[in-house]
T-cell receptor, first 113, second 111 residues
Framework: DTAVSQTPKYLVTQMGNDKSIKCEQN?????MYWYKQDSKKFLKIMFS???????INETVPNRFSPKSPDKAHLNLHINSLELGDSAVYFC????????????FGPGTRLLVL | QKEVEQNSGPLSVPEGAIASLNCTYS??????FFWYRQYSGKSPELIMF????GDKEDGRFTAQLNKASQYVSLLIRDSQPSDSATYLC???????????FGTGTKLQVIP
């Protein structure tokens, strides 16, 4: 059974489009995250939700909007995609905000043309 | 700006040797430290975490933490080709999961 899953695995789209990435975890964790990993492999946190509430909101363009319908799901919607948004987006979860072991999803490879 | 720095490598070691991976961090208030392994095209997976000064061993892996010098290292004994991956150092500066990752060191174990 997959602990943290993401869909889609690959996403190729044109500049200016709007797209969403979905994440689900079946670990019963309270906290979920979105990370962006660029071409240089730098992994940077974007958002964190605990029990559907936003607790970390790093400096990202407001074109990125996370949504957590329940504590097992954290989706990422991106408006007006730009070339620089091309990256791998990882979802992760942990038991609670202070639990430091994070479990990562397989990643979504986004390519903006 | 809290930073975590690693040599990007690649670090090449022969099979059976000890691989030594190093990481330095900028904030003395850092509380916990992690090593993740990331195979090419895959997601990071946690190998070890360490909170206290000294060594922590788990199988072939040893994490070493020196808070006075602000560095953390990972030793891999009896390196295997399957250990070839990028190793990410991560530091939690406290509070809500503000984990900062380094850019990773690519390890190549030569058969």
């Amino acid at each position: 059974d997959t602990a943290v899953s993401q869909t889609p695995k690959y996403l190729v789209t044109q500049m200016g489009n709007d797209k969403s990435i979905k994440c689900e975890q079946n670990l019963g964790h309270d906290t979920m995250y979105w990370y962006k990993q660029d071409s240089k492999k730098f992994l940077k946190i974007m958002f964190s939700y605990n029990n559907k509430e936003l607790i970390i909101n790093e400096t990202v363009p407001n074109r990125f909007s996370p949504k957590s319908p329940d504590k097992a799901h954290l989706n990422l919607h991106i408006n007006s995609l730009e070339l620089g948004d091309s990256a791998v987006y990882f979802c992760a979860s942990s038991q609670d905000p202070l639990q430091e072991t994070q479990y990562f999803g397989p990643g979504t490879r986004l390519l903006v043309l | 700006q809290k930073e975590v720095e690693q040599n990007s490598g690649p670090l090449s070691v022969p099979e059976g040797a000890i691989a030594s991976l190093n990481c330095t961090y900028s904030d003395r208030g850092s509380q916990s430290f992690f090593w993740y392994r990331q195979y090419s095209g895959k997601s990071p997976e946690l190998i070890m975490f360490i909170y206290s000064n000294g060594d922590k061993e788990d199988g072939r892996f040893t994490a070493q933490l020196n808070k006075a010098s602000q560095y953390v290292s990972l030793l891999i004994r009896d390196s295997q080709p399957s250990d070839s991956a990028t190793y990410l150092c991560a530091v939690n500066y406290g509070g809500y999961q503000k984990v900062t990752f380094g850019t990773g060191t690519k390890l190549q174990v030569i058969p």
